[in-house]
């Protein structure tokens, strides 16, 4: 049964709010090893550990007949994954679903722009921190600049539209590049969010402390070149949305840090072990691998551990900087 029922009532926690947003992680893997992401060497998960293709189907179905009407495709570098087409094919036709969306690091949106367009997926988000080659490859260990920006450009070739970049912006790193970022986005009229780096995992390569950048720092930097204003826009998750007089581009801030917008939040997240995750700074979660394995095919009771999950959602997380990672797990695993 994919289809909402008619009666079937939304999914809400215990605070209220009606969780309508699922991001999916569908590989802990990826091509790149960004520093503020993961270490440089990373175990990934054997295969028996992670969701096949068709319980990922499976729990999607389950969440859209919950009333779940946007769906984000993430990772680790969810381009990387096997066969991803077939199953954003099948996610793309679920009745009910109003929007099927992917976050990818670029490198291989060149070869996959076209497909995934006529596979269904309706916006993309690319992930870009530097228009410097060299410094590219510093920050993402292994990435080469150019296959992404061929990427972007067949995305835009291929039909996206509103393709937004996300940059993380490091103090001493990348922070000399938020102008120009800015300036690429207005020339290749794209959207661009900036994310505060959050202490997700143990990274060895900075001190998180010291590179950290507060969106009102980064919102004053590029307000000082191009007026910016306020929107009301919003996803229900921790961006807000400003404009600028002269540009379509939005710009857009992430601020797990410096603002706390956790009574709007809309969304829960499932790794690609199969764990639900409630919120993306606490650990509480629930385990629907473990109902999917010793329930084959038993989608009613996939969808009930789901509406039980809702009452493990938190109030809210804290993110504190200087301090011991609260949150052992990596972006990677998370799905961001
Ligand atoms: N690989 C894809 C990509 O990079 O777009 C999708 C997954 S990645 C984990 C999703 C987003 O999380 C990226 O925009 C990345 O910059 C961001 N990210 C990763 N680690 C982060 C961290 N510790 N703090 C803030 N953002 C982070
Ligand atoms: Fe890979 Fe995305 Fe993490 Fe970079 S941010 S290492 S591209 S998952």
Known sequence: MNAIAPGTPPLVDRFGRVVDYVRLSVTDRCDFRCVYCMAEDMEFLPRREILSLEEILAAAEAFVALGVGKIRLTGGEPLVRQN??????????????????????????????????????????????????????ELTRTGHLEDVLAGIAAAQRAGFRRLKLNAVIMRGRNDDEVLDLVGFARDHGLDISFIEEMPLGQIDEHDRAGTFLSSEQLRAIIDARHTLTATEESTGGPSRYWRMADSDTRV??????????????????????????????????????????EHPGDAAGLREAIRTAMDLKPERHWFELGTEPQIVRFMNMTGG
């Open 84 to 137: 991803i087409l077939w199953l954003v094919e099948r996610i793309a036709r679920l009745p009910g679903l109003r929007e099927l969306t992917l976050t990818t690091n670029g490198s291989r949106l060149a070869k996959m722009a076209a497909p995934l367009r006529d596979a269904g997926i309706s916006r993309i988000n690319v992930s870009l921190d530097s228009l410097n080659p060299e410094r590219f490859h």
């Open 252 to 293: 857009g801030f992430i601020s797990p840090h410096s603002h706390n917008f956790c009574h709007l939040c809309n969304r829960v997240r499932l790794t690609v072990e199969g764990r639900l995750l409630l919120c993306l700074g606490n650990e509480h979660s629930a385990d629907l691998r473990a109902v999917m394995r």
